[in-house]
């Protein structure tokens, strides 16, 4: 049974940056599409930056691009996502999920997912 653990959310200045972490215990996260999402109140989730079933494989959405990145480490078993240059509209609750069905491509594709529980980031002078 695959379990996700988040941590590493908080009130970070404009400019500052955080690092988030989303530790598996139960299945090892190297082997499934694993990604980063968000939510923001009022909007829709949306995705971050994901990272397929090998390291070379991820993806960063547009407005991400330079400032967040994802990288995982296998012996911890746990994925992170950078994010640097923090920005107020950043703020959200921040998700990671993975899709442990080999049919997901970079990102979990809806298939046979996990989510963590979230964590809020707020970005605020």
């Known amino acids: 049974q695959l379990q996700l653990v988040q941590s590493g959310g908080g009130l970070v200045q404009p400019g500052g940056s955080l690092r988030l972490s989303c530790a598996s215990s139960?299945?090892?996260?190297?082997?499934?599409?694993i990604g980063w999402y968000r939510q923001a109140p009022g909007n829709k989730r949306e995705v971050i930056s994901c990272m397929g079933r090998s390291d070379v494989n991820t993806y960063v959405k547009d407005p991400m691009k330079g400032r967040f990145a994802i990288s995982r480490d296998s012996a911890e078993n746990t994925v992170y996502l950078q994010m640097n240059d923090l920005k107020p509209e950043d703020t959200a609750v921040y998700y990671c999920a993975v899709d442990l069905d080999i049919r997901a491509g970079i990102c979990p594709g809806g298939y046979n997912e996990r989510w963590g529980l979230g964590v809020q980031v707020t970005v605020s002078s």
């Open positions: 139960g299945l090892p996260l190297d082997r499934y599409a």
